[in-house]
């Protein structure tokens, strides 16, 4: 069984999220997503949810590709997540390619898929502000 993990904020979750999480489980049998609480969010992302963490997990448990949510709360968690999730493969989109690279380290194989792109939560928010 090949399990994979991403990590984000996934508000206001749109197709450009459930893209990533479709093709992040094409890799492999079972998906698991590290979705960014409240607080890290605010604290650490500059990132001020439209969604709780307890909506916004109740979004991704509802996606068909979606196999487990857990919490992230800090950005060094990830190393022991692999291990303790017995990660496979590593899937974030490529905004963020090479930032997580050290985790081969770790036995992991590192996926950055391309961005959907034209559509993000701040696309959103901006449209429906206008
Ligand atoms: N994404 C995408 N296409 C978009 C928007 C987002 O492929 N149009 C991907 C992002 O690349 C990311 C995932 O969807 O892999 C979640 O996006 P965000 O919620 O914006 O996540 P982010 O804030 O980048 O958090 O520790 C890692 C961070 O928690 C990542």
Not at 48 to 55: D, H, K, P, R
Not at 75 to 88: A, F, P, R
Request: glycine share 4%; proline share 2%; aromatic share 14%.
């Amino acid at each position: 069984m090949k399990r994979i993990i991403t990590y984000g904020t996934f508000d206001l979750l749109h197709y450009g999220h459930i893209n990533l999480l479709r093709r992040a489980k094409a890799l492999g049998d079972y998906l698991i997503v590290a979705l960014s609480t409240d607080e890290f969010n605010f604290r650490k992302k500059n990132k001020n949810c439209y969604f709780s963490y307890e909506q916004r997990k109740e979004l991704l448990e509802s996606v068909r590709y979606v196999d487990l949510v857990i919490p992230e709360d800090c950005w060094e968690q990830k190393i022991s997540d692999m291990h303790e999730y017995h990660v496979d493969i590593f899937v974030m989109g490529d905004d963020w390619v090479g930032k997580f690279d050290f985790l081969k380290n770790e036995g992991v194989q590192v996926a950055y898929l391309p961005r959907t792109p034209e559509i993000s939560t701040t696309k959103i928010k901006k449209d429906l502000n206008n």
